[in-house]
């Protein structure tokens, strides 16, 4: 019933940038909270940051420093924007979206990080 497609992965240099974008089929408000997991090779899937439906925002402490959120809200997207990207960011991105206590993943995205 709710589809994610996920955006703007790819290579990149070490401190480049990227900007993530998820794309959903309804309107945002019908979320209580979306936000970006990755999973890196060889490590568990954890979450990056999210957004809930106030605009509140978290971030994983160890990507605080160069990590933002934001959400738009006329074009239903959620972004994830990293202005400074390192080696240890390469992952497998994936947005996710939460009604009440149900969770869709999108497919996921690749982002690699080269030195």
């Known amino acids: 019933q709710v589809h994610l497609v996920e955006s703007g992965g790819g290579s990149v240099q070490s401190g480049g940038s990227l900007r993530l974008s998820c794309g959903v089929d309804?309107?945002?408000?019908?979320?209580?909270?979306m936000g970006w997991y990755r999973q890196a090779p060889g490590k568990q899937r954890e979450l990056v940051a999210s957004i809930n439906l106030g605009g509140r925002t978290d971030y994983a402490d160890s990507v605080q420093g160069g990590v933002s959120i934001s959400r738009d809200n006329a074009q239903n997207t959620v972004a994830r924007q990293i202005n400074t990207l390192k080696p240890a960011d390469t992952a497998i991105y994936y947005c996710?979206?939460?009604?009440?206590?149900?969770?869709?993943w999108g497919q996921g995205t690749q982002v690699t990080v080269t030195l």
């Open positions: 996710i979206a939460r009604i009440l206590r149900s969770y869709t």
């Open positions: 309804r309107n945002i408000f019908d979320f209580n909270a």
